[in-house]
């Protein structure tokens, strides 16, 4: 019996290296597979973006024709919606920035007419060393 028992374990100690290297080449192609997905959605979501790119550029031209050529889409009612509520969110826009500009404007008065009168208060550099 005990004869036995030291012949399983021999033959399991000696077999116990396969096992090891089995799970291990499992595990590796667990690995590849995982670094394949995550390959995969790295440019998948690259290919996205791309094609956003493209897309926004091609609206940009879109706009661009339509300024050149008033009626290009007058036929369809899609675009014609579309290209009204562009040019409402341009004309907001636009808005916007003529306000801010105006706002900074003040502001650039009034700091271009604080450091005139600053200017005109300072003394000359030889007064203002001289002991009081």
């Known amino acids: ?12 100690l ?3 290296g396969d096992v090891v290297v089995e799970m291990i080449e499992g ?11 995550i390959w995969l959605t790295r440019h998948i979501n690259g290919a996205k973006r791309d094609r956003n790119n493209v897309v926004y550029r ?3 031209r879109v706009v661009t024709l ?12 899609e675009m014609t919606t ?13 808005d ?20 005139a009168v600053m200017e005109e208060d300072s003394f000359p550099d030889d007064m203002a060393a001289a002991p009081a």
């Open 1 to 12: 019996m005990e004869d036995q028992q030291e012949r399983d374990l021999r033959y399991k």
């Open 14 to 16: 000696e077999h116990f």
């Open 27 to 37: 595990f590796g192609c667990n690995i590849t597979k995982g670094f394949r997905g």
């Open 58 to 60: 091609i609206g940009e």
């Open 66 to 77: 339509r300024k050149d050529t008033a009626d290009l889409f007058a036929d369809d009612t």
């Open 82 to 94: 579309l290209f009204s509520e562009f040019d409402g969110a341009d004309q907001k826009l636009e």
């Open 96 to 115: 916007m920035i003529n306000e801010r500009e105006e706002r900074l404007d003040r502001i650039r008065g009034k700091i271009k007419a604080a450091t």
